[in-house]
């Protein structure tokens, strides 16, 4: 991995560092900004806005989509300068990260240059709806359908856990155009207007007083087949390319929590004696550090595969997997150390401004997003290890015959 800079990735970088200074604030902590409500949808707009005009929104994307058209390794060097400032870059990252490559994938050419500069911008915002309450992990096992109705197609069903759906203008829609034959073969994506008839959305209240979190139903909602991504019943294919998009831009902004450990560590006193004095904490501390020093390697390495013409292939699993695990046991443990103090949510009476109270409550949600732990596990071992499939008893059989809990097709 070389990571020195070229004469012009070298001006790229400082044209960054100046426009930042200049529109952002530089960082005095590694707290995250807040994403929730609609006072943190509107700046993140203004911000994405900003980004667009300034020529900084989506590097990689042709400037006729709304992009840069510029490198991967110049998206590289923006993630490593805007990481000292407080922005907004991960408030749209489902629709920019996920669902703009599938629409730069698969949608004809008049939809790309209607749509993707509007996303760039945040002009529109966009999410996934993927998963649904009976498929659980398997998002091949979903049941939204989507049949024929002229030159357009009804969509019937429900999503669940879609972030950012209750401020979205638009989303990419996974649906079951054919239950006849087998579960990955039957499948066929959309892009759908998310506030048109038939589309309504509720919000999850998380038990971090959170609204991120969405469910979606759809009661004979029409959708153009002008609007459809791809082939029909090639939905799996396009499934798999959102996906494979979406580890890479989690693998980017997946919290670890192991800096804000490293700050905490510094300064805490319990007792009366600091903190890192402590031998549980030294020993937890030099653990979590190699498994942080892993995941920034690992990270470069999939980034310099990437920027020499190479895909985020399956290696970005391992991001998702031990860095959401290491986010949620760094939590509980400073939580533990914390005391009686550590039930205690208030900014201003909690060491970190409450970070790790509010991990404890929000890092199961981590675990599950973008794909469980077990997803990632099995993702690895097949794609990386090479080790052979788990045995699968609906392989090849039509998705109506596969047997439902309730007994039914």
Known sequence: MDFKDTPELAAFRQDVRTWLDANAERRTDNLNVGMEGEEAHLAGKAWYRKKAEAGFACLTWPKEYGGA????????????????????????????????????????????????????????????????????????????????????????????????????????????????????????????????????????????????????????????????????????????????????????????????????????????????????????????????????????RMVTAVAQGGIAGAEASLGKLVGAVMNQEIANFVCQHLGQAGIVQEDELSPERAHFQQAVLFGPGIRLAGGTDEVMRNILAEQVLGLPQEPRADKGMAFRDIPTGSGGG
């Open 69 to 300: 058209g510029l490198t991967s390794l110049h998206d590289v060097v923006w993630t490593q300068e805007v990481v000292n400032y407080r922005t907004r870059d991960a408030q749209f990252v489902i629709g920019i990260g996920n669902c703009g490559p599938a629409i730069m994938h698969f949608a004809n050419e008049d939809a790309k240059r209607e749509l993707l500069p509007r996303m760039a911008s945040a002009e529109d915002v966009w999410c996934q709806l993927f998963s649904e309450p009976c498929a659980g992990s398997d998002v091949a096992g979903l049941r939204t359908s989507a049949v024929p109705d002229g030159d357009n197609w009804k969509i019937n069903g429900q999503k669940i856990w879609t972030s950012g759906a209750l401020y979205s203008d638009y989303g990419v829609v996974l649906t079951r155009t054919d239950p006849g034959v087998s579960k990955y073969k039957g499948l066929t994506m959309f892009m759908i207007d998310m506030r048109q008839p038939g589309v309504e959305v509720r919000p999850i209240k998380q038990m971090d007083g959170g609204q991120h979190f969405n469910e979606v139903f759809f009661r004979d909602a029409i959708v153009p087949d002008s609007y459809r991504l791809g082939e029909v019943g090639g939905g799996w294919t396009g499934a798999l390319t959102v996906l494979m998009s979406e580890r890479l831009a989690i693998s980017g902004i997946q919290p670890t929590g192991f800096p804000q450990f490293l700050v905490l560590v510094k300064k805490l006193e319990l007792n009366g004696e600091p903190i890192a004095q402590d031998p549980v904490v030294r020993d937890r501390l030099a653990t979590w550090y190699s498994q942080y020093a892993g995941l920034q390697a690992a990270n470069k």
